[in-house]
Nanobody
Framework: QVQLVESGGGWVQPGGSLRLSCAAS????????MGWYRQAPGKERELVAI??????RYVHSVKDRFSISRDNAKNTVYLQMNSLKPEETAVYYC???????????????WGQGTQVTVSF
């Protein structure tokens, strides 16, 4: 099975920065797409950024402030978040769309979530 372990959340003042990390494990899987979603209280989960072999994609509100990257050797995805805003307080979830290289079955997996709080 796939396991996603997130780290790097916490509290930061408006305008500050945080870096999230997510390590994927599952020796028979190829992690085609990795990325981050977030869910604020009372709101639906929304895509923040994803990365694959064809490139990256961001929600418009974070372009030029957030940067997603991955280390394929470590199956780890990072999200550098700069100039954070209070309205970006949310639980941030790591995401992957993966393929089992033995069976060719595809699956989607989520991390447990990490809290990001932006406030004074």
């Amino acid at each position: 099975q796939v396991q996603l372990v997130e780290s790097g959340g916490g509290w930061v003042q408006p305008g500050g920065s945080l870096r999230l990390s997510c390590a994927a494990s599952g020796s028979t899987f190829r992690f085609n797409v990795m990325g981050w979603y977030r869910q604020a209280p009372g709101k639906e989960r929304e895509l923040v950024a994803i990365i694959s072999s064809v490139g990256t994609r961001y929600v418009h509100s974070v372009k030029d402030r957030f940067s997603i990257s991955r280390d394929n050797a470590k199956n780890t995805v990072y999200l550098q978040m700069n100039s954070l805003k209070p309205e970006e307080t949310a639980v941030y979830y790591c995401y992957t769309a993966a393929t089992n290289t033995w069976t060719s079955r595809q699956l989607v997996s989520w991390g447990q979530g990490t809290q990001v709080t932006v406030s004074f």
